[in-house]
């Protein structure tokens, strides 16, 4: 069956959500992968909005986090701190999954969302944080989503943002972060993982008609290839769900 590649993307994060998760995501394709794991393989699955909306039924897709559609039929709706409160509660922050966005990730998972060159004389200036800091501070994992490209998978950030893990094993203790980190960064060509000893990305798998040296010729640095596996390609049930139920105006796809 044929399906784009922004598809692929979607499909293959919300994989990677379990029931009982509870999915912390902003506008765009991340917000389309949280109601593609809710429609597809993660019923049970809790959404929540930095603005505040809990468990929202998500009839149709939101164009933003302050869309009112976020609100209905919602189990709870708060603000800005009871959303950022929830990811540093010692009993909800374990079941959290935050879905993250960048200009720029290391071997490490650690990003910039921040500048391109010089902070004080920056060659391109981004809108900074937001609240990626803070979820990627305090949740118990995080999917990142990058376009495949080497000026963005860099051997050195021009900024750091947020934490993946910092400079490899016991990063984030000596930073004193809590336990947890970057779990996988989906791509246009594949996903990566991170090794669990020694916290450093590695290829877990391309997509069809992708090869793993075609992933690392579009990046800096080089990253474990030896565990790839290809990833099945989106089913005909999960392509239905998300074209026709999660996103039939095709606002993001």
Do not use: W
């Not at 509660?89 to 999954?97: C, E, G, L, Q």
């Not at 004389?121 to 376009?147: L, N, Q």
Request: aromatic share 8%; hydrophobic share 40%; proline share 5%.
């Amino acid at each position: 069956m044929d399906y784009t590649l922004k598809e692929m993307m979607a499909i293959a994060a919300a994989r990677e959500i379990r029931n009982n998760d509870i999915v912390f995501c902003g506008t765009g394709i991340s917000m389309l992968a949280a109601m593609a794991a809710k429609n597809i393989n993660a019923p049970q699955s809790v959404i929540f909005f930095e603005t505040g909306a809990i468990d929202s039924k998500l009839e149709d897709l939101p164009l933003a986090v302050a869309d009112p559609r976020i609100m209905y039929q919602a189990s709870a709706n708060g603000g800005l701190l009871d959303s950022f409160a929830t990811m540093q509660n010692r009993f909800t922050a374990k079941h959290i999954v935050g879905i993250l966005g960048a200009a720029q990730i290391d071997i490490y998972g650690n990003l910039n969302s921040t500048v391109i060159g010089d902070y004080d004389e920056p060659e391109v200036r981004f809108s900074g944080s937001g609240g990626a800091c803070d979820v990627a501070s305090f949740v118990s994992r995080t999917i990142i989503f990058m376009k495949q490209e080497k000026r963005k998978f860099k051997v050195r950030l021009d900024y750091l943002t947020s934490p993946g893990y910092l400079d490899g094993p016991a990063g984030r203790e000596k930073a004193g972060l809590p336990e947890g980190g970057p779990h996988r960064v989906i791509t246009d060509m594949g996903i990566m993982g991170f090794d669990e000893l020694s916290k450093q990305m590695f290829l877990k798998g391309y997509y069809p008609g992708i090869t793993p040296d075609k992933i690392l010729e579009n990046m800096e640095f080089e990253i474990d290839i030896s565990r790839a596996q290809e990833v099945l390609a989106p089913t005909s049930n999960e392509l239905g769900l998300l074209r026709e139920k999660c996103d039939p105006q095709r606002l993001i796809l």
